[in-house]
C-alpha cells in the first residue's frame, strides 16, 4: 500500500507524474490533473487500483475561478479511468464535509469499478 499526498503542485510533478504544463494550464483542481495522477499513482505504485483527488474543501477559497466545493476525482484500474466532478455547497462544517463527501464518492466510484 503506498499513498501519495500531494497538496503542493511540486509533489503532484516530482511524485505522482504530473505535468507541469497541465498545472499550468488547468490548475490542480481539474479534470485533467487528476487523470494524471491517477495514471502517476498507478505506475508509480504498481498497484491493481489507484484513486486520485483534487479539490478545494474550503472553507475558504484563495482561487476566484474556482469555488469551495469544487471536487474532481479519478479512479482507474489501468485499463479506464472515471473521473466525476463534484459542486458541493456546504454551509455547515464546510472543509470537514467537503472531505467526507470526496471520501464518499471515491469509495462509491472504486466499487463500482470492481463492479460491487
Same mark, same amino acid.
Given at each position: 500500500?503506498?499513498?501519495?499526498?500531494?497538496?503542493?503542485?511540486?509533489?503532484?510533478?516530482?511524485?505522482? $507524474?504530473?505535468?507541469?504544463?497541465?498545472?499550468?494550464?488547468?490548475? #490542480?483542481?481539474?479534470?485533467?490533473?487528476?487523470?494524471? !495522477?491517477?495514471?502517476? /499513482?498507478?505506475?508509480?505504485?504498481?498497484? @491493481?487500483? #489507484?484513486?486520485?483527488?483534487?479539490?478545494? #474543501?474550503?472553507?475558504?477559497? $484563495?482561487?476566484?475561478?474556482?469555488?469551495?466545493?469544487?471536487?474532481?476525482? #479519478?479512479?482507474?484500474?489501468?485499463?479506464?479511468?472515471?473521473?466525476?466532478?463534484?459542486?458541493?455547497?456546504?454551509?455547515?462544517?464546510? &472543509?470537514?464535509?467537503? &472531505?467526507?463527501? /470526496?471520501? @464518499?464518492?471515491?469509495?462509491? !466510484?472504486?466499487? @463500482?469499478?470492481?463492479?460491487?
Amino acid at each position: 500500500k503506498i499513498n501519495f499526498v500531494t497538496y503542493a503542485n511540486e509533489a503532484k510533478i516530482n511524485f505522482v $507524474d504530473v505535468k507541469p504544463e497541465t498545472l499550468n494550464i488547468y490548475g #490542480a483542481v481539474s479534470e485533467q490533473t487528476v487523470r494524471e !495522477m491517477v495514471k502517476g /499513482a498507478l505506475k508509480i505504485s504498481g498497484a @491493481d487500483i #489507484a484513486v486520485s483527488v483534487s479539490g478545494i #474543501a474550503g472553507p475558504n477559497s $484563495d482561487n476566484t475561478e474556482k469555488p469551495v466545493g469544487l471536487i474532481f476525482l #479519478a479512479v482507474s484500474n489501468g485499463k479506464s479511468i472515471t473521473v466525476k466532478q463534484l459542486n458541493n455547497t456546504f454551509t455547515e462544517n464546510i &472543509r470537514e464535509n467537503n &472531505r467526507q463527501s /470526496a471520501s @464518499d464518492e471515491a469509495l462509491k !466510484m472504486i466499487l @463500482d469499478l470492481v463492479g460491487e
